[in-house]
């Protein structure tokens, strides 16, 4: 957020990255670029949801310094995806974790995530972002994924997913359930109101 106040939205991924590795937090007399925290320290995986991204971390690896690897956590935590908000329509809502309960503060967030942005069309079918998607293949198939999404949803929301990837007509058909809603890059930052439980 610090970095699109000082330089400005960036206009792709290229010039997104570059300003991710412009700007850099003094932390303990170390500096470390946005690029270091959320790559190095954080150990997040490269978005497969943004392959230009991705191509441009695995360039940057080689010139990682030994200083970040320090400081990273032990595993990576694949829920961190919905911990970083990096100012787009596609990205999770601005939240503070406290120290104590991060995993479930990070399981708050996939289902809030989850709830904000997966819809139905006009045409009944079941509407996932492509962040989701990426998420959850390695969790579970496609043909379940509706199924694991309700898990998330109130009941109401729940019945509308079920009801829509239960057509007869795309299972004759063996088609997909749901559309893959690709990564909106516009700028936008959504935040919540503090949860006072």
């Given at each position: 957020m610090h970095a699109y106040l000082a330089y400005g939205v960036p206009a792709s991924d290229i010039k997104l990255f570059a300003l991710m590795q412009?700007?850099?937090?003094?932390?303990?007399g170390h500096f470390f670029s946005a690029v270091d925290i959320?790559?190095?320290?954080?150990?997040?995986?490269?978005?497969?949801?943004?392959?230009q991204i991705a191509l441009l971390l695995a360039l940057h690896k080689f010139k990682v310094s030994e200083e970040p690897k320090k400081y990273s956590i032990d595993h990576p935590e694949p829920l961190i995806?919905?911990?970083?908000?990096?100012?787009?329509h596609s990205s999770p809502a601005v939240r503070i974790f406290k120290r104590g309960n991060v995993i479930e503060s990070l399981k708050k967030s996939l289902k809030d995530y989850v709830q904000a942005s997966v819809g139905v069309s006009n045409k009944?079918?079941?509407?996932?972002?492509?962040?989701?998607?990426?998420?959850?293949?390695?969790?579970?198939?496609?043909?379940?994924?509706?199924d694991w999404i309700c898990q998330f949803?109130?009941?109401?929301?729940?019945?509308?997913?079920?009801?829509?990837?239960?057509?007869?007509?795309?299972?004759?058909?063996?088609?997909?359930?749901?559309s893959i809603l690709s990564f909106d890059s516009r700028f936008r930052y959504l935040f919540l109101l503090e949860d006072k439980t």
């Amino acid at each position: 957020m610090h970095a699109y106040l000082a330089y400005g939205v960036p206009a792709s991924d290229i010039k997104l990255f570059a300003l991710m590795q412009k700007a850099a937090y003094m932390v303990g007399g170390h500096f470390f670029s946005a690029v270091d925290i959320e790559y190095n320290i954080l150990k997040m995986k490269p978005p497969a949801h943004r392959p230009q991204i991705a191509l441009l971390l695995a360039l940057h690896k080689f010139k990682v310094s030994e200083e970040p690897k320090k400081y990273s956590i032990d595993h990576p935590e694949p829920l961190i995806t919905f911990a970083l908000s990096c100012g787009m329509h596609s990205s999770p809502a601005v939240r503070i974790f406290k120290r104590g309960n991060v995993i479930e503060s990070l399981k708050k967030s996939l289902k809030d995530y989850v709830q904000a942005s997966v819809g139905v069309s006009n045409k009944g079918k079941l509407l996932v972002p492509k962040v989701l998607y990426c998420f959850a293949k390695g969790i579970v198939g496609d043909s379940l994924l509706p199924d694991w999404i309700c898990q998330f949803l109130s009941p109401e929301q729940a019945a509308v997913v079920r009801d829509s990837s239960s057509n007869p007509k795309r299972r004759l058909l063996s088609t997909r359930s749901f559309s893959i809603l690709s990564f909106d890059s516009r700028f936008r930052y959504l935040f919540l109101l503090e949860d006072k439980t």
